[in-house]
């Protein structure tokens, strides 16, 4: 606390400091061919850090240093200007187009940059890109947009995450990149409105991610939210959509007569008489289909208002919005709002004094289903439930299946029993003071919180599918003779205090230098509180509530909670010298310390340097006409991965709740002890990363080319080695074991104009190699991803081969004679129409040893394709993206339950010689484990997605001028609108649960396909 | 540079150096660290108290992932015997159980391994207590108490390994990391430690008669006595073992259940011929959650269908003939078509879907006595009978026999026997001095398996008695391999081979 207070005093002791002379700038930047406003053109005063936007009427406003200051106007798809000052007010600048964008600033850590002085490797998306296509998440917007950087939804889920990967998974543990939003070090981006959002960088090599130190080595993505610029006319723009989302696919499965005859066959081939209600399969016709009772139409809206006002010396930007989605697997249960707030402002105090503040307040609503898993999932249970049995009785209540039992349960049911609900409001918030120390010293000293409350509240209330009271025949799961409620409340805290401090200067001989050094210390507090009761007095959602219960004096509400704390310091300089217009050097070292770290490893250093090769004045270059730019990059450096250590990891911490009952009244009485041992060598997991590139830009601008090659190491991972079992304790997590990944990135562009027609078309593509190189002592193979319905963890990693590999056995098709079968002797339980299980190690035994890799749930490569046209009014955006060569792993079925229902490739089962040689034989006793793990479930999960396809159209001008608006623009879209697949399941985009299981379906919520009207207005 | 910014720059310097003191010393805000417990009475109690947690496993994470693997007593000591088999929903549900049940299993099953490291995880936590409690300040009678307690479940588990696995390594302390590779001592040592374990135990702990009802369940002096007995007869140590039951069945601090049935009923837990039980309480646990506090046992026994179990443990036909005509403690043993199981329903196939024709019925329990925390497969709350005192009486009973004292060793079989027969005379006739010799030694094996049918002993006691080879034949039983488990292969890696294999695997 006494730091703080140091922290605000501090703060307020710079703002009453010093107000000196400076000079404000005024304009209007227009474009060269047609005379049009330029909105969102980047204004700096050359050798400064100065700058400044414009508005949508092309205005700016910038403070400058100097009355001769060189102003610098930058645009994406615009050659820069450079204009002198001249003692001028009012200066004006018309842009030519130029496609290439090469002078543009993009934002890195601690700093601005021109693309053209770039050393590392810096993936960007724009305004521009982010709001083109309706996305419903922030993450979305970097899907298919960067090159290396692989998106995929952990579930179709309004709400869900997504997961990340920046140049491949390069840890065992967290792979998650570091999100850094106007400075703030943040979990998570979900609370943001991604219209709100004006950049996104992504900084993909260690150079670029070293200033980011422990926490940089998944790479680091940058977002700036928008702020208004000075003296800018008041501004209000509105955005709005609504969607209605579909499931775009069922899979195809047994209906009930085919079910019937399947059945029969298995518990015949089992030995047992056919069951009465099957005796007759074609009877039972079509029967139910699950998918239909589950899945459903679903709208989505969203309205989106901002407002921008600029005075002499200050901006404010205001932003609000409203999200809402419902789910197209049960509706409003499975519903995700948010509410968003945002003030930017930004004030001067004198010309030597800046301050801002940020200001976010996010409210989010979500209602959620159980999703992605094998036993309770209401999307695996629809898969999974009998067709014979009819999801409603005549009389409208809901039935149970007399088929099957234990986890698979009527899922119409689950969809209206389900009360989970989750609430979340969240303030991030900062505020931070500039001042020129000199006219190239700057100090900046920032300071914010981020504070969330987030409300877990569940209740299950008690039902009976039961045919009358005690129906004796209805199966566990469809019964609750209890309700329950839990009720949590969760805080998470954190500060960060950074002051940094910028040097900036032009030397005489054309050279030009920058320093950033800074420091930063970040503290964590997160407390829970979790509250039960069963037995409440009202079975109705809305008393659900702890002090509601029936039997208050017998049975009190149990409750938990715990809280936890972590601290971080960095410091940080960076060092760019730029040598004459040819080389630009860059060399950053930060040392960042954690408490989480353990006591003999508190600090560690993380170094990098950087070189960018501006080759277009070389003669053998300038005198190609087609080549415009060329540029070589090189860089190396070392970042850590340290996000994914828990608190005190590095200590042995003594739980209480080593319990045991005694007496005769059963008591719970307190045991306490150590459970892991301590390691008090655990530090961050390091990412040395060596990368090659190569910018150029050819044909007047019209093609454009970026190509990467990198290599990436992580060495110190963390991982579990397993100790002797006499040890005792369990194992912690040890700084061991090593991954590499290394790929090429292309990213190519190309745009044109002809008369009215504007056209552009790009692609990136991406090929990445991933391999763990070492274990540990002993190199013991870690496996997991539990797949129930075949019993069996089926993910492996293990030197020598990529994370999280699909592992099992080997098949060779089907055995169709019994003499096969019997003179295969590795097999003693196989007969006629059982799989034949590879015997690899040739022993005579198929068994656990001749599991082999089955499957790679990494992707060859993955791609973007973006198109864009416009034609006077009206634009077109067609966006694809795509994965190949994944594996996916179909672990949906309860093959383990004998009466799931199936897909219909069970009905190409053998059933006689020469029948088939894929699937076997249907048996309930199923003596040869035919469904055991194997590359039967494992299927190519390549495909390519039609994500976005637009058609806009932007009212003319005349007739807004009539209506006293701005600009309007009306778009139709399709999120979804084709997949391109060959996998046999709901969603080829199966995300990961964990780092350690990928591509795992285990009834994987699909996402929706969406068709949206939309439209925005600026007034 | 003016003096104003020099004095900016001077407060920088300060703030970022203030800054950097102990800002990284973020201590728990809940619980303690290895290093600072241990300090009272009630940290004893509580590390105490931790060494009987470990008792309660039965469905245990492998060590490091996220694997689940169950090593109940049952699954060996009765699937891998001739008593019953292991059911399921077929074959490939715990397949690695059907091998061992068929002599085929190999080490590099998780059922082995989980075997191993819950009892070695068990030994830690003993080995931490009798390692730090000495130094505690504390009342002494308490102290040796504790010290009693952890002796004498350490003593339990390598009891357990010592009859899994034969020579074992013997760890007696907690192991730094260059100590954490070692070799396995021979049965002998782990045997000797075990009797040296249970004797400290026998002289600290109270008697039975001595705890309050609130300490129902903690360690005695006749859990430890009955341990022990059972150590020397698993030697065929015959005098020690016949001396130490005689001591428990004079103490005057057990007698046995009149109704047989009841001893596997609710209110038969903890009863008065309850000598060492493991604890369980009713829980949730169909999430798979919080798996100490209840038994998996009930629903892994418990027959499939309506009845909500997995179906697991089905007692054979073979098992099912060893008891003599009327004998009651079939009716308490085994469930057969057309029985009550309880408020469940009536038993039929059709019900169960599934073939067979008995279940086990001493863990059963009724639906409307499980938790009532609204989870459809609850956790029960089923103790765990490990040594009851019919158990010492028989073991009585063979030792004397062994001892040449045959009217002693019919004498505590018709103990036995006259209890089970519930008072009817026609039932279950008291051996005579007819039956002698080996026939005798027969009656008291006859008398085990059905007086402790299901309960987890029988595997152990053939292999115990050399007849393995015989009863388990059809299994594919081989001599000189089988009579223990084979070693789990991780370990012996994992030990850099300073373990060796068993014979056979």
């Given at each position: 606390m006494k730091k703080l207070l140091i922290a605000i005093n501090f703060v307020f002791a710079i703002m009453v400091t010093a107000f000196s002379q400076g000079k404000a700038v005024?304009?209007?930047?227009?474009?060269?061919?047609?005379?049009?406003?330029?909105?969102?053109?980047?204004?700096?005063?050359?050798?400064?850090?100065?700058?400044?936007?414009?508005?949508?009427?092309?205005?700016?406003?910038?403070?400058?240093?100097?009355?001769?200051?060189?102003?610098?106007?930058?645009?994406?798809?615009?050659?820069?200007?450079?204009?002198?000052?001249?003692?001028?007010?009012?200066?004006?600048?018309?842009?030519?187009?130029?496609?290439?964008?090469?002078?543009?600033?993009?934002?890195?850590?601690?700093?601005?940059?021109?693309?053209?002085?770039?050393?590392?490797?810096?993936?960007?998306?724009?305004?521009?890109?982010?709001?083109?296509?309706?996305?419903?998440?922030?993450?979305?917007a970097l899907q298919g947009r960067a090159a290396g950087v692989q998106v995929t939804q952990n579930s179709g889920q309004p709400g869900s995450t997504q997961s990340i990967r920046i140049r491949g998974t390069g840890s065992l543990n967290n792979a998650e990149p570091l999100y850094v939003i106007d400075g703030i070090p943040s979990a998570g981006i979900d609370y943001l409105n991604p219209a709100d959002i004006a950049s996104i960088s992504i900084l993909k090599d260690a150079a670029s991610a070293a200033i980011y130190g422990a926490r940089g080595g998944n790479g680091v993505v940058l977002i700036t939210t928008k702020t208004g610029s000075k003296n800018q006319k008041p501004q209000i723009t509105y955005e709005s959509y609504y969607g209605m989302q579909e499931p775009w696919k069922y899979m195809a499965l047994l209906n009930?007569?085919?079910?019937?005859?399947?059945?029969?066959?298995?518990?015949?081939?089992?030995?047992?008489?056919?069951?009465?209600?099957?005796?007759?399969?074609?009877?039972?016709?079509?029967?139910?289909?699950?998918?239909?009772?589950?899945?459903?139409?679903?709208?989505?809206?969203?309205?989106?208002?901002?407002?921008?006002?600029?005075?002499?010396?200050?901006?404010?930007?205001?932003?609000?919005?409203?999200?809402?989605?419902?789910?197209?697997?049960?509706?409003?249960?499975?519903?995700?709002?948010?509410?968003?707030?945002?003030?930017?402002?930004?004030?001067?105090?004198?010309?030597?004094?800046?301050?801002?503040?940020?200001?976010?307040?996010?409210?989010?609503?979500?209602?959620?289903?159980?999703?992605?898993?094998?036993?309770?999932?209401?999307?695996?249970?629809?898969?999974?439930?009998?067709?014979t049995t009819e999801a409603m009785r005549p009389d409208g209540s809901y039935a149970y299946s007399t088929m099957i039992d234990s986890d698979i349960a009527n899922p119409a049911n689950q969809i209206a029993l389900n009360n989970d609900f989750w609430t979340t409001n969240r303030f991030v918030g900062s505020v931070f003071g500039e001042y020129d120390i000199l006219s190239n010293l700057k100090f900046r000293s920032t300071m914010s919180v981020d504070l969330s409350l987030g409300?877990?509240?569940?209740?299950?209330?008690?039902?009976?599918?039961?045919?009358?009271?005690?129906?004796?025949?209805?199966?566990?799961?469809?019964?609750?003779?209890?309700?329950?409620?839990?009720?949590?409340?969760?805080?998470?805290?954190?500060?960060?205090?950074?002051?940094?401090?910028?040097?900036?200067?032009?030397?005489?001989?054309?050279?030009?230098?920058?320093?950033?050094?800074?420091?930063?210390?970040?503290?964590?507090?997160?407390?829970?509180?979790?509250?039960?009761?069963?037995?409440?007095?009202?079975?109705?959602?809305?008393?659900?509530?702890?002090?509601?219960?029936?039997?208050?004096?017998?049975?009190?509400?149990?409750?938990?909670?715990?809280?936890?704390?972590?601290?971080?310091?960095?410091?940080?300089?960076?060092?760019?010298?730029?040598?004459?217009?040819?080389?630009?050097?860059?060399?950053?070292?930060?040392?960042?310390?954690?408490?989480?770290?353990?006591?003999?490893?508190?600090?560690?250093?993380?170094?990098?340097?950087?070189?960018?090769?501006?080759?277009?004045?070389?003669?053998?270059?300038?005198?190609?006409?087609?080549?415009?730019?060329?540029?070589?990059?090189?860089?190396?450096?070392?970042?850590?991965?340290?996000?994914?250590?828990?608190?005190?990891?590095?200590?042995?911490?003594?739980?209480?709740?080593?319990?045991?009952t005694f007496g005769s009244e059963q008591v719970q009485t307190n045991g306490a002890g150590p459970v892991n041992t301590s390691n008090p060598d655990l530090k961050w997991e390091t990412v040395e990363q060596t990368n090659v590139g190569i910018d150029a830009d050819l044909y007047d601008g019209k093609l454009n080319i970026v190509a990467d090659y990198f290599v990436k190491s992580t060495n110190d991972m963390l991982a579990v080695v397993p100790l002797p079992g006499v040890v005792g304790f369990l194992p912690s997590a040890t700084n061991v074991a090593s991954a590499k990944n290394s790929g090429v990135e292309f990213a190519v562009n190309h745009r044109n104009q002809v008369g009215d027609f504007n056209y552009s078309i790009g692609g990136n593509i991406a090929f990445i190699r991933n391999e763990v190189t070492d274990l540990g002592e002993g190199g013991q193979p870690v496996a997991t991803g539990s797949v129930f319905g075949i019993g069996d963890l089926v993910a492996y990693t293990e030197i020598g081969q990529p994370i999280a590999y699909f592992y099992g056995y080997e098949t060779d098709g089907i055995f169709q004679t019994d003499e096969e079968a019997a003179a295969n002797t590795s097999l003693p339980n196989a007969q006629a129409g059982d799989v034949i299980f590879v015997d690899q190690n040739s022993d005579g035994v198929v068994d656990s040893d001749d599991k082999v890799m089955i499957g790679n749930p990494h992707p060859d490569f993955t791609y973007g394709i973006n198109m864009e046209a416009s034609y006077k009014n009206f634009d077109f955006t067609l966006f694809l993206q795509g994965s190949q060569g994944n594996d996916l792993l179909n672990g949906a079925f309860r093959y383990d339950l004998n009466t799931t229902n199936l897909p219909v490739a069970a009905l190409e089962r053998w059933t006689g010689e020469g029948t088939s040689n894929l699937y076997p034989r249907i048996s309930h006793a199923d003596p040869n484990q035919n469904n055991r793990i194997s590359d039967r479930f494992v299927e190519d999960g390549s495909y390519m997605r039609i994500k976005n396809v637009q058609l806009g159209y932007t009212l003319p001008d005349n007739a807004m001028q009539r209506l006293k608006i701005g600009k309007c623009r009306v778009y139709v879209a399709a999120n979804n609108l084709f997949t391109f697949t060959q996998y046999s399941g709901l969603d080829p985009e199966v995300g990961t649960r964990g780092t350690l299981e990928i591509g795992i379906d285990r009834g994987f919520y699909p996402s929706a396909r969406t068709f949206i009207a939309g439209i925005n207005v600026n007034f | 540079m003016n003096q104003k910014t020099t004095l900016i720059i001077g407060f920088l310097a300060v703030a970022l150096v203030a800054c950097k003191q102990e800002f990284l010393e973020v201590q728990p805000l809940v619980g303690s660290t290895e290093a600072n417990f241990f300090q009272n009475a009630d940290d004893a109690e509580s590390a105490t108290i931790a060494c009987y947690n470990n008792l309660q496993q039965e469905v245990t994470n492998i060590q490091g992932s996220a694997q689940l693997a169950p090593h109940f007593r049952w699954y060996f000591g009765d699937i891998c015997s001739d008593d019953s088999h292991k059911g399921g929903s077929g074959d490939g549900d715990e397949p690695e159980l059907f091998l061992f049940e068929n002599f085929s299993g190999n080490s590099s099953s998780k059922l082995v391994l989980a075997e191993w490291q819950v009892a070695y995880r068990g030994i830690a936590y003993c080995n931490l207590a009798l390692d730090r409690i000495p130094g505690i300040e504390m009342d002494q009678q308490d102290k040796d108490r504790f010290l009693g307690e952890a002796s004498f479940i350490r003593a339990y588990w390598y009891f357990n390994m010592v009859t899994m696995f034969g020579d074992v390594p013997l760890i007696l302390g907690n192991l730094a990391p260059s100590?954490?590779?070692?070799?396995?001592?021979?049965?002998?040592?782990?045997?000797?430690?075990?009797?040296?374990?249970?004797?400290?135990?026998?002289?600290?702990?109270?008697?039975?008669?001595?705890?309050?009802?609130?300490?129902?369940?903690?360690?005695?002096?006749?859990?430890?006595?009955?341990?022990?007995?059972?150590?020397?007869?698993?030697?065929?140590?015959?005098?020690?073992?016949?001396?130490?039951?005689?001591?428990?069945?004079?103490?005057?601090?057990?007698?046995?259940?009149?109704?047989?049935?009841?001893?596997?009923?609710?209110?038969?837990?903890?009863?008065?011929?309850?000598?060492?039980?493991?604890?369980?309480?009713?829980?949730?646990?169909?999430?798979?959650?919080?798996?100490?506090?209840?038994?998996?046992?009930?629903?892994?026994?418990?027959?499939?269908?309506?009845?909500?179990?997995?179906?697991?443990?089905?007692?054979?036909?073979?098992?099912?003939?060893?008891?003599?005509n009327g004998d009651p403690r079939l009716g308490a043993t085994v469930f057969q078509v057309g029985d009550q199981m309880g408020d469940r329903g009536v038993f039929s196939l059709e019900a169960t879907g599934m073939p067979h024709l008995y279940y086990s019925k001493k863990f059963f329990i009724n639906a409307s006595d499980e938790a009532p925390f609204g989870d459809p497969n609850p956790n029960g709350f089923s103790n765990d009978r490990v040594i009851r005192y019919a158990d010492v009486i028989l073991f009585h009973a063979e030792s004397a026999y062994h001892l040449g004292n045959e009217g002693l060793a019919r004498n505590s079989v018709n103990i036995i026997r006259s209890r089970a027969r519930g008072g009817n005379q026609a039932l279950l006739v008291s051996l005579g001095t007819d039956v002698t010799g080996p026939d005798l030694l027969d009656a008291i094996y006859h008398e085990r398996r059905v007086e402790l049918g299901m309960e987890g002993h029988r595997f152990f006691d053939l292999v115990r008695t050399g007849?393995?080879?015989?009863?388990?034949?059809?299994?594919?039983?081989?001599?000189?391999?089988h009579e223990v488990f084979p070693i789990p292969e991780v370990e012996i890696t994992l030990s850099g081979g300073l373990i060796t294999q068993n014979n056979g695997y």
């Open positions: 005024t304009g209007v930047v227009t474009a060269a061919e047609d005379g049009t406003a330029l909105p969102g053109v980047t204004v700096v005063e050359k050798g400064t850090q100065n700058a400044s936007f414009t508005d949508l009427d092309g205005n700016y406003t910038i403070q400058v240093t100097k009355q001769d200051a060189i102003l610098v106007f930058s645009f994406i798809g615009y050659t820069p200007k450079n204009v002198s000052v001249a003692g001028k007010d009012a200066v004006n600048a018309s842009l030519e187009m130029d496609v290439a964008g090469l002078e543009e600033v993009i934002v890195v850590g601690y700093g601005n940059q021109k693309r053209s002085k770039i050393s590392g490797a810096v993936g960007t998306i724009d305004t521009k890109e982010i709001t083109s296509l309706p996305v419903l998440r922030t993450e979305q009930a007569e085919e079910y019937g005859i399947l059945m029969n066959e298995s518990r015949s081939a089992a030995g047992l008489l056919p069951l009465e209600a099957l005796s007759n399969p074609s009877a039972l016709g079509e029967g139910e289909d699950w998918q239909d009772e589950i899945f459903q139409r679903a709208p989505m809206m969203n309205h989106s208002f901002s407002f921008t006002n600029g005075t002499e010396s200050s901006s404010t930007a205001v932003g609000g919005s409203y999200f809402v989605q419902d789910g197209i697997v049960g509706g409003e249960k499975g519903r995700f709002e948010r509410y968003t707030f945002r003030i930017n402002t930004r004030q001067d105090a004198g010309d030597k004094f800046r301050m801002g503040q940020n200001i976010n307040f996010t409210h989010l609503d979500r209602s959620a289903l159980a999703e992605n898993n094998e036993f309770n999932s209401v999307v695996g249970r629809a898969l999974n439930m009998d067709p409300s877990h509240r569940v209740f299950s209330p008690s039902y009976d599918l039961g045919i009358g009271p005690n129906d004796p025949d209805r199966p566990a799961y469809e019964w609750r003779e209890v309700n329950g409620l839990m009720l949590g409340e969760n805080k998470w805290s954190n500060w960060q205090w950074e002051n940094t401090v910028t040097y900036d200067k032009e030397l005489s001989n054309g050279d030009d230098v920058q320093v950033v050094a800074g420091y930063s210390a970040l503290n964590n507090l997160s407390t829970n509180f979790y509250g039960f009761r069963d037995s409440l007095a009202s079975n109705d959602l809305q008393y659900a509530y702890l002090n509601n219960s029936l039997n208050a004096q017998e049975q009190a509400p149990s409750a938990s909670g715990g809280t936890t704390a972590s601290a971080f310091v960095g410091q940080f300089v960076r060092l760019n010298y730029g040598l004459g217009d040819a080389w630009s050097l860059s060399g950053t070292v930060r040392r960042d310390g954690s408490s989480r770290f353990g006591v003999n490893n508190r600090y560690g250093i993380f170094p990098s340097v950087s070189a960018a090769w501006n080759m277009t004045e070389l003669p053998w270059v300038a005198e190609k006409d087609w080549i415009d730019f060329l540029k070589l990059r090189a860089s190396w450096g070392q970042n850590g991965n340290a996000d994914g250590i828990g608190n005190f990891d590095y200590t042995s911490l003594v739980y209480n709740g080593l319990n045991y | 100590e954490y590779q070692q070799a396995r001592s021979s049965s002998n040592e782990v045997w000797a430690q075990i009797e040296a374990d249970l004797t400290f135990a026998r002289e600290n702990l109270p008697r039975r008669s001595e705890l309050s009802i609130a300490e129902t369940g903690r360690a005695t002096w006749g859990a430890a006595s009955a341990l022990l007995a059972k150590a020397h007869a698993y030697q065929e140590e015959w005098q020690p073992c016949n001396d130490i039951c005689l001591d428990v069945m004079t103490s005057g601090e057990y007698y046995l259940d009149p109704d047989y049935a009841n001893i596997f009923t609710e209110s038969g837990e903890n009863g008065p011929g309850s000598i060492w039980e493991i604890q369980y309480m009713n829980a949730s646990g169909g999430n798979w959650g919080n798996q100490l506090e209840g038994s998996f046992t009930n629903v892994f026994q418990r027959a499939r269908g309506q009845f909500g179990g997995y179906g697991f443990n089905i007692p054979e036909q073979n098992f099912v003939d060893e008891f003599e007849r393995g080879s015989v009863e388990l034949a059809d299994w594919g039983f081989v001599s000189g391999t």
